[in-house]
């Protein structure tokens, strides 16, 4: 059986419970933090681990997902006291979830950037910053230089790319032809199903992206 990587997450609404939930089910372990002990019931009934506060979701994972209301909370989630930027470790990605608008995300983006690192969030919509993404990647460059992939959109949980593409990323210096390679070859075992094929070109093309600004 494999085995995934615990992922942490924030916000236990009606969206968050739901893709904690199908987390649960997929085999993925979860930690779960919202400040309504109600809505922590509700996950830790999945099978999820509840979380007291901040700094153990931080500390136990290097995944965290956020499913919050509003962007600003998030900037919360992120700045405050014993927010998930204080004492960030190498390669930490956080996966948001919220509705914000393209200022707001790049703000959020500057933020994540200034704590350390390298990080990128792309998505593929169809209509605007409150479309629910078609495909989407977080990238990440740790202090080592070791890189993280990761899609979403694609499968019922978000996936990881093969991590021999994420060390042929790391050695950096990629000319556009081994750009293309890498990202054909991280999706060469995909299997869509009947009517969404289309989201492997997609993947393939935030791959590209992705790979370029990290390379």
Avoid at 13 to 38: E, Q
Wanted: proline content about 3%; charged content about 20%; aromatic content about 6%.
């Amino acid at each position: 059986m494999t085995t995934f990587e615990r992922v942490g997450f924030i916000g236990l609404g009606g969206m968050g419970r739901g893709l904690v939930k199908n987390l649960v089910a997929k085999g993925v372990a979860v930690t779960v933090y919202d400040l309504n002990p109600a809505a922590i019931a509700v996950a830790t009934s999945f099978g999820a681990t509840a979380a007291g506060n901040l700094q153990e979701i931080r500390d136990s994972c290097r995944i965290i997902m956020i499913c919050v209301n509003e962007a600003e909370d998030v900037e919360a989630l992120l700045i405050s006291g014993d927010g998930l930027l204080a004492g960030q470790a190498p390669g930490f990605i956080i996966v948001d979830h919220t509705t914000g608008s393209p200022q707001m995300v790049a703000k959020l983006d500057r933020m994540v950037r200034a704590a350390g690192g390298r990080q990128h969030y792309h998505k593929l919509m169809q209509r605007e910053a409150w479309d629910f993404a078609l495909v989407s990647i977080a990238a990440c460059r740790r202090e080592d230089g070791d890189v993280r992939l990761v899609l979403g959109g694609v499968a019922p949980r978000p996936w990881r790319v093969n991590s021999s593409v994420e060390e042929d990323v790391s050695s950096g210096g990629l000319d556009e032809e081994a750009i293309a390679t890498l990202a054909e070859r991280a999706l060469y075992d995909a299997k869509p199903m009947s009517k969404n094929g289309y989201k492997v070109a997609l993947a393939e093309s935030l791959l590209r992206q992705a790979i370029g600004e990290l390379s």
